[in-house]
């Protein structure tokens, strides 16, 4: 099987953050086509742990391994964001930097399913199912929705619940709550 563009840059980014021993989540569209439906997507999105202060040498060893980054402009992106993002060609990766409770729920309940030769982490379906409904965008909504409907019978709704009046009272805004409410209807 021919690998396209996108998979050797997934595989890239893939090995690179197992060499460099960071603990990560596959979230985005490519999580939502593993775990909900299938949808077209042209980058990889993570969510790592690290700390702020290991950024300036993890970009550093990024770009020895071959990734195109202005070092300056992501640092500023990181304080402003906390994110920060890795190219190669046509392909990026959008990294978020864990620093929600919910994210380190995530980890601690993440689940290895097999992408590219490689066995990868990514979220449980809640854990993915929340992180889609705070951002909220009409796409994030559709993949909540995708994940819902092909683990309706197995999600853990307690879990689900407990979490969105969680995110709800300390962003003091029922946003959250009210979008899963709507969605396991």
């Known amino acids: 099987m ?35 439906e299938p949808r077209m997507t042209q980058d990889i999105d993570l969510i790592v742990a690290i700390k702020k202060q290991d950024v300036p040498t993890f970009l550093e060893d990024a770009l020895r ?32 930097i864990a620093s929600i409770s919910l994210e380190e729920s995530a980890f601690a309940r993440s689940q290895k399913i097999k992408l590219l030769d490689r066995m990868v982490p990514f979220p449980s379906p809640e854990d993915l199912i929340l992180l889609k409904i705070i951002v909220g965008r009409d796409k994030d909504i559709l993949d ?28 003091e805004d029922m946003k959250i709550w009210n979008r899963l409410m709507t969605l396991l209807k």
Do not use: M, P
């Open 65 to 96: 391994n071959g990734f195109e980054l202005d070092i300056e402009k992501e640092l500023q992106r990181t304080e402003l964001t906390g994110t920060f993002r890795l190219r190669r060609e046509l392909y990026h990766a959008d990294i978020i």
């Open 144 to 171: 909540a929705k995708s994940i819902i409907i092909r683990h309706r019978n197995k999600l853990d709704k307690i879990y689900l619940e407990l979490w969105a009046q969680k995110l709800s009272d300390e962003a």
């Open 2 to 36: 021919v690998e396209s563009g996108l998979d050797e840059f997934c595989s890239a980014v893939i090995d690179f953050f197992e060499r460099e021993n960071v603990s990560y989540l596959v979230i985005g569209g490519l999580a939502v086509s593993v775990i909900g």
